[in-house]
């Protein structure tokens, strides 16, 4: 039995000396991690390799773009003209106007303006949520690219253009039902005119102007009619 526990013996040491071997064998052309190598002592150095952040390069600018400058409000007469431009929520009145010049309104938003005194025209022009009283206009009072923006005729205007505009409201005062503008359209929505009610004590009465119009084609002609909803 004493044999059988030898050669036991001898065979596990020969297997033991055999991962040994291998073990020694495998550690060869290793690098030997020393003690302030293991992770636990790196104090200073972090594992983390940072991500490196490409810088944002500006836009680049369209050729022939530019900012959008914010002129400051002016009112000015140039030849025979005022220019009453780039106000904002402000009170403005128009003085010392004469019946053979005109008045261009601009870029005005927010505002009130008043033209007490009889011009031979007015344009407004790309104004917004503004009001505008005038008195007398020997010609014509021109609206166009303006949106949200009331138009008063206090006494005597023949003739209102509205063209590419929205959400227009022409009052016509009394004194000027004496004659009433004409009023030509183009390229609006939500344009109502309104007028004196039928008494003193009515209220005014405000008429929409058509937006939809029908055109029928018959003996080599058109008719266009606008569309009634009833």
């Known amino acids: 039995s004493g044999g059988g526990g030898g050669g036991g013996g001898g065979g596990m040491a020969a297997v033991f000396a055999e991962i040994q071997r291998k073990k020694d064998k495998a550690a060869v052309g290793l690098k030997r991690v020393t003690k302030d190598m293991k992770t636990k002592n790196m104090k200073d150095k ?17 050729w022939g773009q530019s900012e959008a400058k914010v002129k400051p409000p002016s009112l000015a007469l140039r030849q025979g003209t005022w220019f009453c431009e780039n106000y904002k929520d402000e009170m403005v009145e128009i003085e010392n106007v004469k019946m053979k010049q005109n008045v261009y309104i601009y870029n005005c938003n927010g505002c009130t303006i008043q033209i007490p005194d ?3 025209s007015i344009q407004l022009d790309k104004c917004t949520k503004s009001r505008i009283f005038f008195k ?37 005062l009394e004194p000027a039902m004496a004659v009433p503008p004409q009023v ?3 390229r609006v929505t939500e344009l ?18 058509a937006e939809q119009f029908v055109t029928t084609i018959a003996n080599g002609a058109v008719t266009t009619t606008p569309v009634k909803h009833e």
């Open 46 to 62: 972090s594992s983390v390799v940072p991500a490196v952040v490409p810088k944002k390069k500006p836009a680049a600018k369209k």
């Open 192 to 209: 109502n005119i309104v007028i004196p009610g039928k008494s003193k004590e009515d209220d005014p009465i405000e008429l929409p102007v």
């Open 184 to 186: 030509y359209t183009s």
């Open 136 to 172: 007398n206009v020997v010609s014509t009072f021109e609206v166009v690219n303006c949106t949200r923006t009331q138009v008063t005729v206090q006494e005597y205007c023949p003739t209102l253009t509205v063209d590419k505009s929205s959400g227009i409201q022409i009052w016509v």
């Open 118 to 120: 009889k011009v031979k």
